[in-house]
């Protein structure tokens, strides 16, 4: 059993900003509410999301008899204008980065887990949520309360038991729905589960080049991924 006091000072110690744990359960349906997302065809051409869905709700089916999912996070900067290429995007690829620092995460602890950075087929911002590093809000990603959801995520799937798992925090969205108004092409649901329509979200569209902007979308300026949502969200300001 891993003293989850050691995994975070370790985690801290590779250059993740926080660190939860959680229980490998399976997700539930209000957790992650996919299969209604993909019942409503939201998902637009992401037809990967199709695949694999058991496996995204239950980590147990990725990596065989897992225990814990233990979660990072790695903060970086809000963009310092509006326009252009997403705050995500503009340093160094982020997916190798987090994955360098899961991989010597793993090393440093000495187990067996298997490392995953959005490429993998496991939902990285509710796996985040359940670990108690923030909360799933109104415009779909993790906002913590530190970094707002200036956020990248990534995760070691493990066999090993962890002496104490985290809390989920409860969503203080509440009936703020700025990040939904700020989308000039309504791609955010305004109620309901946390729930965004992929065929109107302009970091769709530029992110995936072999599907065309369609007539009278608006990219406000953005040519690589869209941060509006982000910059109308309350607990961004703070940064």
């Avoid at 199709?50 to 814990?68: C, F, H, Q």
């Avoid at 902007?213 to 406000?220: E, M, N, Q, S, V």
Wanted: one cysteine or more.
């Amino acid at each position: 059993m891993i003293s989850s006091q050691y995994i975070k000072l370790v985690a801290a110690e590779v250059g993740f900003d926080a660190c939860g744990i959680a229980a490998a359960g399976p997700l539930t349906d209000e957790e992650y509410p996919l299969r209604s997302w993909l019942a409503r065809g939201w998902h637009a051409g992401l037809s990967y999301m199709e695949r694999n869905i058991d496996k995204r709700m239950d980590p147990s089916l990725l990596v065989e008899g897992a225990k814990s999912v233990i979660c990072c996070v790695s903060a970086y900067p809000p963009p310092a204008t509006r326009g252009g290429t997403a705050a995500y995007a503009v340093s160094r690829e982020y997916h190798q980065v987090v994955k360098d620092m899961l991989f010597r995460l793993r090393q440093r602890l000495g187990i067996e887990a298997k490392a995953c950075c959005d490429t993998v087929p496991i939902s990285d911002k509710h796996w985040a949520a359940r670990a108690g590093l923030g909360w799933i809000g109104r415009n779909t990603l993790l906002i913590t309360p530190q970094w707002g959801s200036w956020v990248n995520l990534g995760e070691l799937v493990t066999i090993e038991p962890c002496d104490h798992y985290d809390t989920p925090i409860p969503s203080l969205c509440h009936d703020c729905n700025l990040c939904v108004d700020a989308c000039p092409n309504h791609a955010l649901a305004p109620d309901g589960p946390p729930m965004l329509d992929a065929r109107h979200c302009t970091a769709y569209y530029t992110t995936h080049h072999e599907r065309p902007i369609p007539p009278g979308h608006l990219t406000a300026g953005y040519t690589q991924g869209c941060d509006l949502c982000q910059l109308a969200c309350p607990h961004n300001r703070t940064r």
